[in-house]
């Protein structure tokens, strides 16, 4: 499992086992507000959210990190969600929903959310057999304001 922590220099991502064992920090350096957190399980990448207005990703175990988003002061990116090549984001200053493209072009995807947090995304290869994504779909929209 993975989590954040916030608190100025001891702001980390970090992973244990699913017993709690095993406790190792994974990004401690360049890190100020980590929020949300996707795991890319075809590439074998973390991607994670920062309040500082950039969206970055490594390897799982921290290393070979990127930057994919670099922009302070125009966002506040929450929650993450990965997805055929792109990282979809919620974001509290703008109070929408953004996805950016492995090259880096930022989309809009929707507007007018009151200060929207935790997102997933939900695709036909990872539901069972006879499962609908219509649930989701509800949700989503059920909560534009």
Do not use: C
Not at 48 to 68: A, E, F, H, M, V
Not at 70 to 85: D, H, I
Not at 111 to 125: N, W
């Amino acid at each position: 499992m993975y989590w954040t922590e916030w608190g100025g220099e001891r702001a980390r991502i970090a992973r244990a086992g699913m017993d709690g064992s095993s406790i190792e920090s994974v990004v401690t350096q360049d890190i100020w507000q980590p929020n949300g957190l996707a795991i890319d399980y075809f590439t074998k990448r973390l991607f994670w959210t920062d309040g500082n207005g950039t969206i970055q990703s490594s390897w799982l175990n921290g290393t070979n990190r990127l930057t994919i988003v670099n922009e302070t002061g125009k966002f506040e990116p929450y929650g993450a969600a990965v997805w055929n090549g792109y990282v979809f984001w919620s974001d509290r200053k703008t109070n929408a929903l953004y996805s950016v493209s492995q090259h880096g072009e930022i989309l809009d995807i929707v507007h007018g959310l009151d200060r929207p947090s935790g997102m997933e995304i939900v695709y036909p290869e990872n539901q069972l057999k006879g499962t609908s994504s219509f649930i989701l779909l509800f949700f989503f929209f059920a909560s534009l304001k």
